[in-house]
């Protein structure tokens, strides 16, 4: 696991992007008070998932619209029909932690 920030730096409903080990990931505070990483690039248009918007448990690619599962990288709405890597995470005393090992078998 490596750290990224302190969860403080990411407030609830927003998503940054960070590099962790060569790895550009979007890690996201979801609306359900859960953070969630997964890879920053939208499979549909290779564009940064981090500049889109979080609806719930969803990320929004800003370009096309497509809006990917943060907890199973799955795509649930058109135009991506392929999901994204998504990335375990840990709070441990205040601060975030992330494994570049998908936990949905997905690789980029």
Request: net charge negative; charged share 25%.
């Amino acid at each position: 696991m490596i750290r990224i920030c302190a969860t403080e730096d990411v407030p609830k409903g927003t998503v940054i992007s960070a590099d962790v080990d060569g790895t550009q990931i979007a890690l996201v505070h979801g609306e359900d008070d859960q953070f969630y990483a997964v890879f920053d690039e939208c499979s549909h248009a290779a564009v940064a998932l981090s500049e889109g918007e979080v609806d719930g448990c969803t990320l929004e690619c800003w370009l096309h619209g497509s809006r990917f599962d943060l907890r199973t990288g799955e795509p649930t709405g058109p135009p991506a029909t392929e999901p994204v890597p998504v990335y375990p995470v840990e709070v441990r005393d205040g601060d975030i932690y992330v494994s570049l090992t998908p936990s949905n078998g997905v690789t980029r």
